[in-house]
């Protein structure tokens, strides 16, 4: 890629707005041309979350993927990126992309077993905004909290006070 000002080399950087990358420059008079290459180069997972190995993550927690450039949402759906639970049953979740930050989002329908690892897995297939797609499956795993028993109370059913600021006999 590159842009000339009347046939000279102009410098440049380049901007993302929504997932898309554009050159950007400061211009005057003159004839420009922009030249752009061909991406071939695969997309790569920068970052996940829970992170890998992590314990006591919060059961109603999302798993997300943050890819290295712009991807295709069209190609980032529940099929490609999936939670699997402790007995390998496919975790029934809906998966939504966000352009501005390239990060895939798989936000599981019902609150998630406690004290269980559960495996993210992100399968190859996935492309970028040229059609290259990610080289191999990423999975990575991680624990979920204990479980709660609250809200807490030392009042058994029975001896709970009718007026909770009352004083007691």
């Known amino acids: 890629s590159s842009v000339r000002r009347d046939g000279a080399e102009t410098p440049y950087t380049l901007v993302s707005r929504k997932g898309v990358e554009y050159a950007s420059f400061s211009a005057t008079t003159g004839v420009y041309e922009v ?41 980032i759906t529940a099929a490609k990126f999936q939670l699997i639970d402790p007995l390998g049953a496919t975790v029934n979740a809906s998966v939504s992309y966000d352009a501005e930050t390239r990060t895939a989002t798989l936000t599981p ?21 040229f059609a290259n797609p990610i080289v191999s499956d990423l999975s990575w795993t991680f624990t979920t909290e204990a479980s709660s028993n609250c809200p807490c109370t030392v009042w058994t059913s029975s001896g709970l006070p009718a007026i909770a600021s009352a004083a007691d006999p």
């Open 35 to 75: 030249t752009y290459g061909v991406d071939t180069v695969a997309p790569t997972v920068v970052a996940f979350t829970p992170g890998d190995g992590e314990t006591d993550v919060s059961r109603a927690n999302a798993v997300a993927a943050t890819f290295s450039e712009p991807m295709d949402a069209a190609t």
């Open 109 to 129: 329908s019902s609150a998630l077993a406690a004290e269980s690892a559960y495996t993210a897995i992100l399968y190859s297939g996935a492309t970028d905004l």
